[in-house]
């Protein structure tokens, strides 16, 4: 099991609020990623990160915003939530790469299912 | 356009039969593949990575193949169990992608008794 957490794994919110999902791992790892995914879809890639004060937007255009702060921290922030945000958002990281070059595999939390009502 | 194909179809197999799983990709030159067991309501987890100079990959019951002529990789699992049922991804890297991985929409294996 890996050691990357998640909260809240639920929230129901009302629409313009602000709301903040938090990751955290405890692994040391300077990569960390948030993806979105919706029920049967694939994972894109919102938000990543190399390191402390390093973020990055992803593939997918997202209105979120991130910070890195703390390597073990890293949290993503809705300044006002819309219905059309509701979605299973999952934090990654990654561990250095190997021997023979890239690997980059990745490390998942639980996700935090958002509602936007 | 990039794309990452898999059955979005699920397999229903039997238990003690080969599921075996595709992964087709175009426009795409990946550096490596990966797998990863996605269970209903939680992350992924990551399975197996094989490289683009690699023909083929075992762990225990799992073995994974690539082909990059054929643009394609085949995740097996021998003596298929019910505790196997779950959603499988495949994953692509990129060399010069800094480190992203892009993600197919998964294939869901049901496994029964």
């Known amino acids: 099991e890996a050691d990357i957490y998640q909260t809240p794994r639920y929230l129901v919110i009302g629409t313009g609020k602000k709301i903040t999902l938090e990751c955290s791992q405890t692994?040391?790892?300077?990569?960390m990623y948030w993806y979105q995914q919706d029920p049967g879809m694939e994972l894109h890639l919102i938000h990543y990160?190399?390191?402390?004060?390093?973020?990055e937007k992803g593939d997918l255009s997202s209105e979120s915003t991130v910070s890195r702060i703390r390597t073990e921290h890293f949290p993503l922030t809705l300044e006002s939530a819309r219905p059309s945000h509701t979605s299973q958002y999952l934090c990654?990281?990654?561990?250095?790469?190997?021997?023979?070059?890239?690997?980059?595999?990745?490390?998942f939390g639980p996700g935090t299912r958002l509602t936007v009502l | 356009s990039q794309k990452i194909e898999q059955n979005s179809e699920a397999l229903n197999i039997q238990e003690g039969k080969t599921a075996t799983l595709t992964c087709n990709y175009t426009?795409?030159?990946?550096?490596?593949l990966q797998w990863y067991r996605q269970d209903p309501g939680r992350g992924p987890v990551f399975l197996l990575l094989?490289?683009?100079?690699?023909k083929e990959k075992r762990k225990e019951r799992l073995k994974v193949t690539f082909d990059t002529t054929l643009k394609q990789s085949l995740f097996h699992i021998t003596a298929s169990q019910p505790a196997d049922s779950a959603t499988y991804l495949c994953?692509?890297?990129?060399?010069?992608?800094?480190?992203?991985?892009?993600f197919g929409t998964g294939t869901r294996l049901q496994v029964t008794l």
């Open positions: 094989i490289r683009e100079n690699e």
């Open positions: 426009n795409y030159s990946p550096a490596y």
């Open positions: 990654a990281s990654s561990e250095p790469p190997g021997s023979g070059g890239v690997t980059d595999t990745q490390y």
């Open positions: 692994m040391g790892h300077d990569k």
């Open positions: 990160s190399y390191g402390v004060n390093s973020t």
């Open positions: 994953a692509l890297g990129v060399s010069g992608t800094a480190s992203k991985l892009t």
